[in-house]
Nanobody, 122 residues
Framework: QVQLVESGGGLVQAGDSLRLSCAAS????????MSWFRQAPGKEREFVAG????????YYADFVKGRFTISRDNAKNTIFLQMNSLKPEDTAVYYC???????????????WGQGTQVTVSS
């Protein structure tokens, strides 16, 4: 069993940066691929970025390429999402999730955090 807790969300202005963290407990994160998803009001939860267990492969949704960076520190059982050049359309609840292998499909992830709110004002 893996418990995931996100932090780092908040209210920022367009163009600002935020760094989200996801801390795991229960089992070591080094066994899992990890991803960030987000869900805006009235919309489906969507894939944002993912990283394999080793940190050697990263996938990004087109709408965040060049602005967001996913990373992990297996020694600290934590993953991160550095978000730069934030836009109002990035406003959403951001969730981290764990899966046996890297995937962009929501259904492949068995462990989810509770989410952290990111609000970007124009």
């Amino acid at each position: 069993q893996v418990q995931l807790v996100e932090s780092g969300g908040g209210l920022v202005q367009a163009g600002d940066s935020l760094r989200l963290s996801c801390a795991a407990s229960g089992r070591t994160l080094s066994s899992y691929a990890m991803s960030w998803f987000r869900q805006a009001p009235g919309k489906e939860r969507e894939f944002v970025a993912g990283i394999n267990w080793r940190g050697s492969i990263r996938y990004y949704a087109d709408f965040v390429k060049g602005r967001f960076t996913i990373s992990r520190d297996n020694a600290k059982n934590t993953i991160f999402l550095q978000m730069n050049s934030l836009k109002p359309e990035d406003t959403a609840v951001y969730y981290c999730a764990a899966a046996p292998s890297l995937s962009g499909l929501r259904g492949d992830y068995g462990y989810w955090g509770q989410g952290t709110q990111v609000t970007v004002s124009s």
